[in-house]
C-alpha cells in the first residue's frame, strides 16, 4: 500500500468513528476481530476449489483439483481464485457498496482480499490486472466501476500494472440479474472488445481479470475470450465473491 494512504488510514483509524463492514458492531478498523477471523478461517479460500473456474470441488473431483464442466468443456480462462462464497459474510457489505453506493466499503472489501488473499496470491506472474469494466451507460447511472473500486485497492506484485480501461465494454439493455443461464451467455457475446491503444501491449501477456461477482462465469469467459483473440497467451481471473454451483 502507498505510504501516504497507510498514513491516511492510520489517522482514520484512530481520530474516525467507525463500523465492521461484515457485523457492523462499533470500533476501530473496516472489519473486527471476529469478523476477520471468520474470513480468515472459512473463506472459500480454505477450501478445495476448481483450479480453472473457482467453484468448490465435489470428493470425486478432488484428484484432478478440476470440477467436471471445467474438465467436459473447458472455459477460455485458466485459473480462477475467488476470496469467499457469495452467500457468505461479505454479501451484504458488496450491496451496501454496489446498490446503495457506500464507496467507503470498496476500503473494506480490498482489505477482507488484502488480509485473506494475497499472501496466497503473492507470487502469480502476470503483467496485467485488469477490471471486468461497465458500460459508459451503467457507469454513469451508478457513479463507479464497483470491480475497479477494489481492484485499485488491492495488494499485488508492483511489477503488475492495473489499466482500467482496458477492456471495454458495449451497452445492452439486458440486465444479468433477471436472465436464465442460457440467455446470459447469448446476451453477453460480442460485448466487450480492446481498444486500439491496448491491443500491441497485451499480446503474449498474462493478464488478471478481477470481478466482483462470478455466477456463471459467462462474462468472465467471454472476457478471456476477447483478450486470447487478441493475443494474450494466460488469464487468470481474480473474484471477490463466487456463486453455489448451479443445482
Ligand atoms: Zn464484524
Ligand atoms: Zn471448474
Not at 108 to 130: D, I, P, R, V
Request: include cysteine; glycine fraction near 2%; hydrophobic fraction near 35%.
Amino acid at each position: 500500500m502507498p505510504i501516504l494512504e497507510n498514513i491516511f488510514e492510520s489517522i482514520c483509524a484512530r481520530i474516525l468513528p467507525t463500523s465492521c463492514i461484515v457485523c457492523e458492531s462499533f470500533q476501530a478498523s473496516s472489519i473486527c476481530p471476529d469478523c476477520k477471523n471468520v474470513l480468515a478461517t472459512q473463506s472459500l479460500l480454505n477450501y478445495e476449489c476448481c483450479y480453472q473456474c473457482g467453484i468448490s470441488l465435489q470428493e470425486h473431483e478432488v484428484p484432478k483439483q478440476r470440477c467436471q464442466d471445467c474438465e467436459n468443456k473447458p472455459p477460455y480462462f485458466d485459473e480462477t481464485h475467488c476470496l469467499d462464497r457469495y452467500e457468505g459474510r461479505l454479501q451484504n457489505a458488496l450491496h451496501q457498496f454496489k446498490y446503495q453506493k457506500r464507496l467507503a466499503f470498496a476500503h473494506g472489501l480490498a482489505s477482507a482480499w488484502n488480509e485473506n488473499a494475497s499472501e496466497a496470491l503473492k507470487n502469480t506472474q502476470a503483467h496485467y490486472l485488469l477490471p471486468v469494466p461497465l458500460s459508459q451507460e451503467k457507469l454513469c447511472a451508478r457513479g463507479f466501476n464497483q470491480s475497479w473500486e477494489i481492484a485499485r485497492r488491492i495488494r499485488c506484485n508492483p511489477s503488475i500494472k492495473k489499466l482500467p480501461y482496458a477492456i471495454m465494454r458495449h451497452h445492452t439493455m439486458l440486465s444479468q440479474a433477471n436472465e436464465t443461464r442460457t440467455s446470459r451467455k447469448a446476451a453477453i457475446q460480442g460485448v466487450f472488445y480492446i481498444p486500439n491503444e491496448y491491443q500491441s501491449i497485451l499480446i503474449n501477456q498474462t493478464a488478471i481479470v478481477f470481478d466482483d461477482v462470478m455466477t456463471s462465469g459467462a462474462t468472465l469467459n467471454e472476457i478471456a475470450y476477447v483478450l486470447k483473440d487478441n493475443g494474450v497467451s494466460r488469464v487468470i481471473n481474480w473474484v471477490l465473491l463466487r456463486t453455489r454451483r448451479p443445482s
